[in-house]
C-alpha cells in the first residue's frame, strides 16, 4: 500500500492550497480517509476525515477554511485550504483508516496506512 501527498509548499497567511493524495493497492473505496499535521516540536494533529461515501469531519482550528473530498475514481482524497494562517505551518500527512473503526475516526492509532507527508509553510 502507498499513499503519496503532493501539493504543500509555500504560501503567504490568507493564501490557499490544495494537498492532494494517491492512493494504491488498496480498495480505496472501501476506507474512511482522513488528514494529519505536525508542526515542529509538537504532536501529530488531526485534521480531517472523509467517509466513503463523503461525509465528512474537521477539526475546530480549521472548520470554515479547510474542505476535504475524494474522488474514489481517481483513488485521491484531497485538502482544500483556504484563508491560511501561520499557525498552520506543519507537514502534512494523508492516511488511511482501519477497516471496521468508528466514525470519525480522529486519532493516530485509528489509521492503518499512512503517506510520507508534505510541508506546508505559511508565512505572516
Known amino acids: 500500500v502507498q499513499l503519496q501527498a503532493s501539493g504543500g509548499g509555500l504560501v503567504q497567511a490568507g493564501g490557499s492550497l490544495r494537498l492532494s493524495c494517491v492512493a494504491s493497492?488498496?480498495?480505496?473505496?472501501?476506507?474512511?480517509m482522513g488528514w494529519f499535521r505536525q508542526a515542529p516540536g509538537k504532536e501529530r494533529e488531526f485534521v480531517a476525515a472523509?467517509?466513503?461515501?463523503?461525509?465528512?469531519y474537521e477539526a475546530e482550528s480549521v472548520k470554515g477554511r479547510f474542505t476535504i473530498s475524494r474522488d474514489n475514481a481517481k483513488n485521491t482524497e484531497y485538502l482544500q485550504m483556504s484563508n491560511l494562517k501561520p499557525e498552520d505551518t506543519a507537514v502534512y500527512s494523508c492516511?488511511?483508516?482501519?477497516?471496521?473503526?468508528?466514525?470519525?475516526?480522529?486519532?493516530?492509532?485509528?489509521?492503518?496506512?499512512w503517506g510520507q507527508g508534505t510541508q506546508v509553510t505559511v508565512s505572516s
Open positions: 492516511a488511511a483508516a482501519k477497516l471496521g473503526g468508528r466514525w470519525p475516526p480522529v486519532t493516530s492509532n485509528e489509521y492503518k496506512y
Open positions: 493497492g488498496l480498495t480505496f473505496s472501501r476506507y474512511y
Open positions: 472523509i467517509s466513503r461515501t463523503g461525509p465528512t
